[in-house]
């Protein structure tokens, strides 16, 4: 079972470069996120989708865009790479959210970015 | 202001000790969950808590949700090198309810 499914594994961007982070999960589930994770701080919230075509700000979406174009798809787009990107970055999808009291959050790998 | 204090922030221990660590809040939540995190690993859901009071195992991992729903703990006991990572507490909050994380308590269990 693949589960949830991040690409790149690993990149390195020059300041002022865009790239597109990938998530896939295959378990039909409505609601996936997209945190970053730095020493010290924890997992933040960057952007979140409760379904497919709908996008919500998280606690620090500044210089990131996302698209929830498919439902099994969440996108986090950087469109000018600043070295405060740097970090490792987690996509994550749960079944559901809201007020439901079970929802189990299924992570990816991470991406490791590093910004130059 | 944190929603979840977890402490402590970090923590190094022997094989076969006893530790606890805690998530606290000054807020009331309808659950909790305690994720665990492995080096270059993303989380793993271990337990979701959901009645005050409550008490769940895990082999040797004893998760506890306070009576008044603001806290938990975890209890591990003769902790084992494997048992070494970032230890997560989670709710779900936000105006849609999106998972919201503590900062973690990072453990490492020497042998």
């Keep these: ?116 | 202001t944190q929603l979840l204090e977890q402490s402590p922030q970090f923590l190094s221990i022997q094989e076969g000790e006893n530790l606890t660590v805690y998530c606290n809040s000054s807020s009331v939540f309808s659950s909790l969950q305690w994720y665990r995190q492995e080096p270059g690993e993303g989380p793993v859901l271990l337990v979701t808590v959901v009645t005050g009071g409550e008490v769940k195992k895990l082999k040797r991992l004893t998760f506890q949700f306070g009576d008044a729903r603001k806290d938990s703990s975890l209890h591990i006991t003769a902790a084992q090198p494997g048992d070494t990572g970032l230890y997560l507490c989670a709710i779900l909050g936000g105006s849609q309810g999106n998972l919201i994380f503590g900062k973690g308590t990072k453990l490492s269990v020497k042998p």
Excluded at chain 1, 1 to 15: D, E, H, I, S, Y
Aim: include cysteine.
């Design chain 1, 1 to 116: 079972n693949a589960g949830v499914t991040q690409t790149p594994k690993f990149r390195v961007l020059k300041t002022g470069q865009s790239m597109t982070l990938l998530c896939a999960q295959d378990m039909n589930h409505e609601y996936m996120y997209w945190y970053r994770q730095d020493p010290g701080m924890g997992l933040r919230l960057i952007h979140y989708s409760v379904g497919e075509g709908t996008t919500a700000k998280g606690e620090v979406p500044d210089g990131y865009n996302v698209s929830r174009l498919k439902k099994q798809n969440f996108l986090l787009g950087l469109e000018s790479a600043a070295p405060s990107q740097t970090s490792v970055y987690f996509c994550a999808s749960s079944y559901s959210g809201g007020t439901e009291r079970y929802t189990e959050a299924f992570f990816g790998q991470g991406t490791r970015l590093t910004v130059v």
